[in-house]
């Protein structure tokens, strides 16, 4: 049964269009993923309206398979830790392809991972491969990855406008976030992001972006 309502749209002057994307764009150039966090504490309600922004991303069939979780507790920011830094001990030390390294050189990443206690709060956003109808039954959902791709990517973008920094880490593999934050097994851990305020001696590696003749065809 459809259910359709007015679309609430505010259209905005094409002049003012051109304006409003190279402002935007300015803003979204500044974004840069931080490693080094200070030790100060979020403004009350903050994570919650970031949270609700990404929430407004699109999904496959609309089902939002998304979860975001909070961490704030020091004693659980701990374990993810310690949990994290045994995965990219392995991984830096065994698992990592030498190319994989050397791609990641430039970035100066190890295994030590002190943002994950340094940060005032970790979201860690799980991806629902499916859900449940009322009855209980099992419920398939489509597009899972895409669609939570985009609400991190709107995260991502909420966070930055507010005045906060990010990292999007993604230690490998990721199931101990599932047992630590006892998550249920339709759930998958997708990403996890530090999220605060930079430490005042801050630096970000030096790199580039591709210009848009690279990344922008015209056909
Ligand atoms: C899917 C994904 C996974 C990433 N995983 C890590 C990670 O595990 N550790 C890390 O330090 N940075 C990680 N990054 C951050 C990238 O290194 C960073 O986005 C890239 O170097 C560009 O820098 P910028 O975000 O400052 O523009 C990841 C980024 C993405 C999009």
Redesign the pocket.
Known sequence: MEDHIPLDFQPIPPEESLARAEAFYAQMAR?????FFADRPLPEGLLEQIVATAGTAPSGANQQPWTFVAVRSPDLKRQIRAAAEEE?RAFYSQRAPESWLSD?A??G?GWE?PFLDAAPALLVIFRQRHGYDADGTLHKHYYTLESV?IAVGMLIAAIHNAGLVS??????PMEFLERILERPTSEKAF??MPVGYPAEDAT??N?T?KPLDEILIWR
Do not use: F, W
């Open positions: 974004r840069r993923s931080v490693r990219e990641l430039p970035l990443t991972k791709g990292l999007t880490h993604t230690p490998s990403l996890l970000v590696p790199i972006r």
